[in-house]
């Protein structure tokens, strides 16, 4: 099983990225998914989750409605389309199932900074 997140790096406040995380190993048709943070001294928390068609979808008041999870169960591939950024959104970001059945992947660290 391999969960590889891409998409991080440096933004200024207000500005928008995308994260992507590729799911390989298991099937990942069958799992809901989500995203999770750990920011700097604090526990890794869940952000967002999609359900297994994508029609329901759950966020944390701190990112709703600034964020964006989607999926694409053809290409076994998660988002996270982030807008309007800010310093407490500051972390490294991970994806895994929303039971958290597999290890870890590296994460993709995201800096919200001027």
């Known amino acids: 099983v391999q969960l590889v997140e891409s998409g991080g790096g440096l933004v200024q406040p207000g500005g928008s990225l995308r994260l992507s995380c590729a799911a390989s190993?298991?099937?990942?048709?069958?799992?809901?998914m989500s995203w999770y943070r750990r920011a700097p001294g604090k526990e890794r928390e869940v952000v967002a989750t999609?359900?297994?068609?994508?029609?329901?979808?759950w966020y944390a008041d701190s990112v709703k409605g600034r964020f964006t999870i989607s999926r694409d169960n053809a290409k076994s591939t998660v988002y996270l389309q982030m807008n309007s950024l800010k310093p407490e959104d500051t972390a490294v970001y991970y994806c895994?199932?929303?039971?958290?059945?597999?290890?870890w992947g590296q994460g993709t660290q995201v800096t919200v900074s001027s």
């Open positions: 895994n199932t929303r039971d958290l059945n597999y290890a």
């Open positions: 190993g298991f099937t990942f048709s069958a799992y809901y």
């Open positions: 999609i359900n297994l068609t994508g029609g329901t979808r």
